[in-house]
């Protein structure tokens, strides 16, 4: 059992033992009713992010914290959670941090970028490696909100696409659709990119206007449908080899809560973030045969082009760090670990083959 599991089991066990210590009392009204505004309209991030930390927020307070979770474009639009709570539309939001790299670059390194470590190491970058510490004061300082992770993904699909994706030329001139940093990097490796509000993909995949798109994890993209409409899947994820995503809380409304109860709300963060990667895992597994059922075609991108993309992000990355405090702290941190890791496969990883 890895540590990460290991530690998950650990948070479950106490996250029962609060719950039975609680189920016993009569039910109170809540004394904190929250909103919440999303990025989704549904889905793995919806169910196993957002209503998921409503859920552990309530059984860890024993209902003293309640929480109604809205759909995307309810209280805001689905890329300005973070603003919306600052502002007090909502008193809580579940978001993706990188959605708001326009307004500081330092955001894709919570969120993940092309040059990211894959999730366990990220998680234990967080955890244990000082992140979570740079995680909250970073949007206390930048943003004036309180911050913690809140749901993780595993690597994400490299693309739907109604065309093969194997080498370097196959991604000139591609034209997909994508997000965050990987909007910059991905020019150098020749493609087109663009981006779109996520209602607009599908039907712009379907009729041939992109030629092809990145979402989710395997098991994610299930729901979207892409695979009906689109032939190939190509793998892996080297544009978003993690992506772990937040809970923001407005500053007002975490400063009326009890020192127990914050506890408790960073306890239902964690356990949301733990329990969602191990789930998006298992269920990415199974989403691989799917694909191949369903008729698709898997294709794996050679390892140039996987070894450059990093190169170019590692690249971009530095010129960043360059004038921009918050993003060379942050950086140089995750980079420091990944060395502290760069040896894990020769005592972790045993031979069967």
Same mark, same amino acid.
């Given at each position: 059992m890895t540590y990460i599991a290991r530690q998950a089991r650990a948070l479950t066990v106490l996250a029962l033992t609060v719950f039975l210590l609680v189920a016993g009392r009569p039910a109170l009204a809540a004394e904190h009713s929250w909103k919440m505004a999303?990025?989704?309209?549904?889905?793995?991030?919806?169910? /196993?992010?957002?209503?998921? #930390?409503?859920?552990?927020?309530?059984e860890l307070t024993d209902g003293r914290v309640e929480i109604q979770v809205f759909p995307s474009g309810t209280l805001s639009k689905g890329l300005e959670v973070r603003s919306a709570v600052a502002k007090g539309v909502a008193e809580v939001g579940h978001t993706w941090m990188g959605y708001d790299w326009g307004k500081d670059k330092t955001t894709v390194l919570f969120g993940g970028f092309a040059g990211s470590m894959?999730?366990?190491?990220?998680?234990?970058?967080?955890?244990?490696?000082?992140?979570?510490?740079?995680?909250?004061?970073?949007?206390?300082?930048?943003?004036?909100?309180?911050?913690f992770p809140c749901f993780a993904r595993t690597a994400e699909a490299f693309l739907h696409s109604r065309k093969p994706v194997k080498t370097?030329?196959?991604?000139?001139?591609? =034209? #997909?659709?994508?997000?965050?940093?990987?909007?910059?990097?991905?020019?150098?490796?020749?493609a087109a990119p663009v981006t779109m509000p996520g209602g607009e993909v599908f039907a712009s995949l379907e009729r041939g206007a992109i030629d092809a798109t990145e979402w989710g994890t395997l098991y994610e993209n299930i729901s979207t449908g892409f695979h009906k409409i689109a032939k190939y899947v190509?793998?892996?994820?080297?544009?978003?080899?993690?992506?772990? #995503?937040?809970?923001?809380? $407005? =500053?007002?409304?975490?400063?009326?809560?009890?020192? $127990?109860?914050?506890?408790?709300?960073?306890?239902?963060?964690?356990?949301?973030?733990?329990?969602?990667?191990?789930?998006?895992?298992?269920?990415?597994? =199974?989403?691989?045969?799917?694909?191949? =059922?369903?008729? $698709?075609?898997?294709?794996?991108?050679?390892?140039?082009?996987?070894?450059?993309?990093?190169? /170019?992000?590692?690249?971009?990355?530095?010129?960043?760090?360059k004038d921009n405090p918050w993003f060379a702290k942050v950086l140089k941190s995750q980079l420091e670990y990944a060395e502290l890791w760069e040896d894990a496969a020769s005592y972790r990883n045993v031979k069967y083959k």
């Open positions: 999303t990025s989704w309209g549904g889905g793995p991030l919806m169910e /196993i992010g957002a209503k998921a #930390f409503a859920d552990r927020v309530k894959d999730t366990e190491r990220t998680l234990h970058w967080i955890y244990e490696g000082g992140g979570l510490e740079m995680w909250r004061e970073y949007n206390e300082e930048k943003f004036g909100l309180i911050s370097l030329d196959d991604l000139k001139g591609l =034209k #997909f659709r994508t997000a965050g940093a990987w909007l910059e990097i991905s020019k150098d490796l020749g190509i793998i892996p994820g080297i544009h978003q080899p993690t992506a772990p #995503f937040e809970v923001v809380i $407005n =500053k007002d409304a975490w400063g009326k809560l009890s020192d $127990n109860d914050k506890r408790a709300v960073e306890l239902a963060a964690k356990l949301v973030t733990v329990e969602s990667w191990m789930k998006i895992g298992h269920e990415d597994a =199974k989403a691989l045969a799917f694909f191949k =059922k369903e008729g $698709n075609e898997v294709i794996e991108l050679d390892p140039a082009v996987q070894k450059q993309a990093r190169e /170019i992000a590692l690249k971009w990355a530095e010129e960043q760090a």
